[in-house]
C-alpha cells in the first residue's frame, strides 16, 4: 500500500467517524429530554467537521503534489522525499502556552497563541522619555576628537590647497565615474571654495 492510499483511508475512516457521531447527535436532538445538551453537542461537532474539511482542503493539494512525485520517475521519487522531509520539519507538531502552560496540539490554536505572543511583544505601550534617553547615555563616555583632527575638518578650503590636489592627479581625470576631471576645478577654483566653505 503507497502512502497516499493509506492517507486516503484514514481521511475517509475520520469522515465516516465524524459523519455519525453528526448523526447520532441529531437523533438526541429528536428526542424530548436533553434537547439542550443535544443540541451544544451537534454544535461542537459541526464545528469540528468544519475544521476538518477546511484542513481537508490543505492536505488534499499537498497530497496531490505528494502523490504527483512519487508516481514519477527517479527524480520525482527524490522530490517527493524531500517535500516529505521539508513538510516534517516545517510543522510544529505542539506548542506550550505561556498563559496557562498547557501544551496545545492543534493548528489554529498554535496559531493563535503565536499571535497573541507577537501582537504582545510588539504592542507600542511603552513610552520612552527624554529622561530615560540622558540616563541610557550618561555613563558612556564617547571617545574626544583630537584638537588638530578638529581644527582639520572646521577650517576652510583655500584655492591653494585645490591646486595642490589638482597637481597631484596625473592623469588629470577623476578617480571615480561620478567625480569631476581637473578642468572643473581649475575653472571654478573660487567657487568650488565658496560653496563648501558656507557648509562649515
Known amino acids: 500500500m503507497s502512502f ?3 492517507q486516503t483511508q484514514q481521511r475517509e475512516l475520520e469522515i465516516k467517524k465524524l459523519q455519525r457521531t453528526v448523526d447520532k447527535a441529531t437523533d438526541d436532538c429528536m428526542k424530548v429530554g436533553g434537547q439542550e445538551a443535544a443540541r451544544c453537542n451537534l454544535n461542537q461537532t459541526k464545528a469540528k467537521l468544519k475544521d476538518f474539511f477546511l484542513l481537508e482542503e490543505v492536505a488534499s493539494s499537498r497530497a496531490y503534489q505528494q502523490q504527483v512525485y512519487e508516481e514519477s ?3 520525482g521519487k527524490y522530490l517527493a522525499w524531500t517535500n516529505r522531509i521539508k513538510h516534517e520539519r516545517q510543522t510544529i507538531h505542539q506548542i ?3 498563559k496557562t502552560s ?28 527624554p529622561d530615560q534617553i540622558d540616563q541610557y547615555y550618561k555613563p558612556i563616555m564617547l571617545p574626544k576628537m583630537p584638537l588638530n583632527v578638529l581644527n582639520d575638518i572646521t577650517q576652510t578650503m583655500t584655492p591653494s590647497e585645490i591646486k595642490g590636489a589638482i597637481q597631484k592627479m596625473p592623469s588629470a581625470k577623476a578617480y571615480v565615474g561620478d567625480g569631476f576631471p ?3 576645478y581649475k575653472i571654478f577654483c573660487r567657487g568650488a571654495c565658496t560653496i563648501p566653505n558656507g557648509f562649515m
Not at 498547557?102 to 490554536?109: A, L, Q, R, S, W
Open 182 to 184: 581637473t578642468e572643473f
Open 73 to 75: 520517475q527517479q527524480t
Open 96 to 98: 506550550q502556552d505561556p
Open 4 to 6: 497516499k492510499a493509506s
Open 102 to 129: 498547557v501544551f496545545i496540539t492543534h493548528e489554529k490554536d498554535i496559531a493563535r497563541v503565536f499571535m497573541s505572543h507577537y501582537s504582545r511583544i510588539y504592542e507600542t505601550n511603552y513610552v520612552v522619555s
